[in-house]
């Protein structure tokens, strides 16, 4: 269950299911209700000991009509009910209004603040305001419960779908947006509970089932998955392993680039040297040992250096600085080799507006800031106050640079330009917030080049199982590289824990990696 939806994509295989004649849209509402429930129960299983008091805020739309569903099947359970409405009962959608009726058959229907003003001795509050129909800011009684959740006056709030007010695709609200203590979604996740500041308004994340056939669009969004083992096993030669060529910076500068190199050799590449300029040769080679090193001084040795066929990938970038990498960029990139470009090498592209050759064997995998010189525009557009999420800016991104996009955050996108696009959320049970250390970028970089650089072909599900292809400077292909890397990458922070920092990352590989294959 890896795909996760807009809200477009979520109505349209709801309609599909409907007019297939499997499901209709109130046996849906009724499962989303009763799924509701469940996740309460198991979330605070202390509620289910004996029937609490609950306050359940429906608005104008479905949203409001599973919050009906939740009322009548608490107050089944013997809960005392109260149920704030936003909007009429004329004015609700089919669903939603026969729900209201069930509900008004047993209970009262009160105006939004009277509900919120009586909450403060509440078990759980339901937020069954808005869910992805939510189109605009929120105003009076439901901002206000926006503002009073997001204080932090209520406790135990349980959001159905969304937290009120938050956008479901950027996961950014929309003016304010309520917070909760769980959210509960149906069939599949969508963007914006994984983006931005949607996890903190999630709080905790349940998916539930509700029975939902329609297969999903093939051009989804997808999550990050751990990656097999077989895809990762070493084999052979180190020669079949793969040479990776890390571009190092001068004098006082080759700390990020040999981090970076670390995790490439980690990662598993057989070989993997550093392209030092004279002036850093020493200070390299008195910190290293099974990495290599060869002396890059210009655009001339690289050139030279790059004869080797074996040499299945570059990273640029990393303590590179800004004139060297705008000198062996164009090099770099002449002959299609697979090339991370991160750091000073993402500089360097944006000072020559991305002009430079860029290929599919590209892998760009910027931060914030370098997302914002290398796309100002798609950047803005997905900033705080922009329509566009960071999905489609990565994605928008890739095809404009024909390249891998990998644009980082705890909610690291990336996107290949024939519009594939991946998600790593490090929040909820992936968390990893000690990857905020200077570094950590550099150590990515070095696993994504690594990975490039091994000499064997990724494994796909009809191969998997079998030999792995050998075929020298054959590595995994970029998308597959970017998306393995950062689930690895995260995978190490995870197992160290507290006091990370990036020169642990490259250490922590061996356990993630005997993990995947234990
Ligand atoms: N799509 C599906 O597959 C399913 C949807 N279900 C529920 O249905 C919800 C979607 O229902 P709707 O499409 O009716 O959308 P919502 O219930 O999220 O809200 C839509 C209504 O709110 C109004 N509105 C939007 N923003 C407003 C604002 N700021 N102030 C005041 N009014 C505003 C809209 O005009 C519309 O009337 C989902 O979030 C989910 O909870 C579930 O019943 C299960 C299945
Ligand atoms: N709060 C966080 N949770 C999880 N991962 C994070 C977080 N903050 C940053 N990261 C990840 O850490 C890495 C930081 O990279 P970068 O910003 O380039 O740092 P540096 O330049 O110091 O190496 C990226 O892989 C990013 O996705
Ligand atoms: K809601």
Same mark, same amino acid.
């Given at each position: 269950?890896?795909?996760?939806?807009?809200?477009?994509?979520?109505?349209?295989?709801?309609?599909?299911?409907?007019?297939?004649?499997?499901?209709?849209?109130?046996?849906?509402?009724?499962?989303a209700?009763?799924?509701?429930v469940?996740?309460?129960?198991?979330?605070?299983?202390?509620?289910?000991?004996?029937?609490? +008091?609950?306050?359940?805020?429906?608005?104008?739309?479905?949203?409001?009509?599973?919050?009906?569903?939740?009322?009548?099947?608490?107050?089944?359970?013997?809960?005392?009910?109260?149920?704030?409405?936003?909007?009429?009962?004329?004015?609700?959608?089919?669903?939603?209004?026969?729900n209201?009726?069930?509900?008004?058959?047993?209970?009262?229907?009160?105006a939004?603040?009277?509900?919120?003003?009586?909450?403060?001795?509440?078990?759980?509050?339901?937020?069954a305001?808005?869910?992805i129909?939510?189109?605009?800011?929120?105003?009076?009684?439901?901002?206000?419960?926006?503002?009073?959740?997001a204080?932090?006056?209520?406790?135990?709030?349980?959001?159905?779908?969304?937290?009120?007010?938050?956008?479901?695709?950027?996961?950014?609200?929309?003016?304010?947006?309520a917070?909760?203590?769980?959210?509960?979604?149906?069939?599949?996740? +969508?963007?914006?509970?994984?983006?931005?500041?949607?996890?903190?308004?999630?709080g905790?994340?349940?998916?539930?089932d509700?029975?939902i056939?329609?297969?999903?669009?093939?051009?989804?969004?997808?999550?990050?998955?751990?990656?097999?083992?077989?895809?990762?096993?070493?084999?052979?030669?180190?020669?079949?392993?793969?040479?990776?060529?890390v571009?190092?910076?001068?004098?006082?500068?080759s700390?990020?680039?040999?981090?970076?190199?670390?995790?490439?050799?980690?990662?598993?590449?057989?070989?993997?040297?550093?392209?030092?300029?004279?002036?850093?040769?020493?200070?390299?080679?008195?910190?290293?040992?099974a990495?290599?090193?060869?002396?890059?001084?210009?655009?001339?040795?690289?050139?030279?250096?790059?004869?080797?066929?074996?040499?299945?990938?570059?990273?640029?970038g990393?303590?590179?600085?800004?004139?060297?990498?705008?000198?062996?960029?164009?090099?770099?990139?002449?002959?299609?080799?697979?090339?991370?470009?991160?750091?000073?090498?993402?500089?360097?592209?944006?000072?020559? /507006?991305?002009?430079?050759?860029?290929?599919?064997?590209?892998? $760009?995998?910027?931060?914030? %800031?370098?997302?914002?010189?290398?796309?100002?525009?798609?950047?803005?557009?997905?900033?705080?106050?922009?329509?566009?999420?960071?999905?489609?800016?990565?994605?928008?991104?890739?095809?404009?640079?024909?390249?891998?996009?990998?644009? +980082?955050?705890?909610?690291?996108v990336?996107?290949?330009?024939?519009?594939?696009?991946?998600?790593?959320?490090?929040?909820?049970?992936?968390?990893?917030?000690?990857?905020?250390?200077?570094?950590?970028?550099?150590?990515?970089?070095?696993?994504?080049?690594?990975?490039?650089?091994? %000499?064997?072909?990724?494994?796909?599900?009809?191969?998997? &199982?079998?030999?792995?292809?050998?075929?020298a400077?054959? /590595?995994?292909a970029?998308?597959?590289?970017?998306?393995?890397?950062?689930?690895?990458?995260?995978?190490?922070?995870?197992?160290? &824990?507290p006091?990370?920092?990036?020169?642990?990352?490259?250490?922590? $590989?061996?356990?993630?990696?005997?993990?995947?294959?234990?």
């Amino acid at each position: 269950m890896t795909e996760i939806l807009t809200s477009a994509q979520m109505r349209a295989l709801e309609a599909r299911e409907i007019e297939s004649g499997r499901a209709t849209g109130r046996a849906l509402m009724e499962r989303a209700g009763r799924g509701v429930v469940a996740a309460l129960l198991a979330h605070w299983p202390a509620l289910g000991n004996q029937p609490g +008091k609950a306050v359940v805020l429906c608005g104008p739309g479905n949203n409001g009509g599973d919050g009906f569903v939740v009322a009548r099947l608490l107050r089944n359970r013997g809960w005392q009910v109260a149920v704030g409405m936003l909007g009429t009962a004329e004015g609700l959608p089919p669903d939603a209004r026969a729900n209201h009726d069930l509900w008004r058959s047993m209970g009262r229907v009160a105006a939004l603040d009277a509900v919120l003003a009586g909450c403060a001795g509440a078990d759980v509050i339901i937020d069954a305001l808005f869910g992805i129909g939510l189109s605009r800011p929120l105003e009076g009684a439901a901002r206000r419960w926006a503002e009073m959740s997001a204080a932090g006056l209520a406790a135990r709030v349980l959001a159905i779908d969304l937290p009120s007010g938050l956008c479901a695709e950027r996961g950014q609200p929309i003016g304010v947006a309520a917070r909760a203590a769980l959210t509960v979604s149906f069939h599949r996740p +969508k963007p914006g509970h994984y983006l931005g500041a949607g996890p903190d308004h999630c709080g905790a994340l349940e998916i539930v089932d509700i029975g939902i056939q329609a297969p999903c669009p093939e051009a989804v969004l997808r999550r990050v998955e751990r990656p097999a083992a077989a895809d990762l096993a070493k084999v052979g030669h180190k020669f079949d392993n793969g040479h990776a060529l890390v571009l190092c910076g001068g004098y006082g500068r080759s700390g990020a680039a040999r981090l970076a190199a670390r995790a490439a050799l980690r990662i598993g590449a057989g070989l993997v040297s550093l392209g030092v300029p004279g002036s850093a040769q020493m200070e390299v080679a008195a910190q290293i040992t099974a990495l290599m090193m060869q002396r890059i001084e210009g655009a001339e040795d690289l050139a030279a250096a790059l004869t080797d066929r074996r040499l299945g990938a570059l990273c640029l970038g990393p303590g590179l600085g800004v004139a060297r990498a705008a000198e062996l960029l164009p090099v770099a990139l002449a002959d299609g080799r697979g090339c991370v470009l991160d750091a000073d090498a993402l500089t360097a592209l944006a000072e020559v /507006g991305l002009r430079a050759p860029l290929h599919s064997g590209c892998v $760009l995998t910027p931060h914030g %800031g370098e997302f914002a010189r290398l796309f100002p525009d798609l950047a803005e557009a997905s900033g705080s106050g922009g329509e566009m999420s960071k999905v489609e800016a990565t994605r928008q991104a890739a095809v404009r640079a024909g390249a891998v996009v990998l644009y +980082k955050g705890p909610d690291t996108v990336i996107a290949a330009p024939d519009g594939r696009a991946f998600l790593h959320a490090a929040c909820y049970e992936r968390a990893a917030p000690w990857l905020a250390t200077a570094g950590s970028g550099d150590v990515l970089a070095g696993m994504i080049a690594g990975l490039m650089a091994r %000499g064997h072909a990724p494994l796909d599900a009809a191969t998997r &199982g079998h030999a792995p292809l050998h075929a020298a400077a054959q /590595g995994h292909a970029p998308l597959n590289a970017a998306t393995m890397a950062t689930w690895l990458h995260a995978e190490a922070a995870r197992g160290f &824990g507290p006091g990370l920092i990036a020169e642990d990352l490259p250490e922590a $590989l061996p356990q993630v990696l005997a993990g995947l294959a234990g």
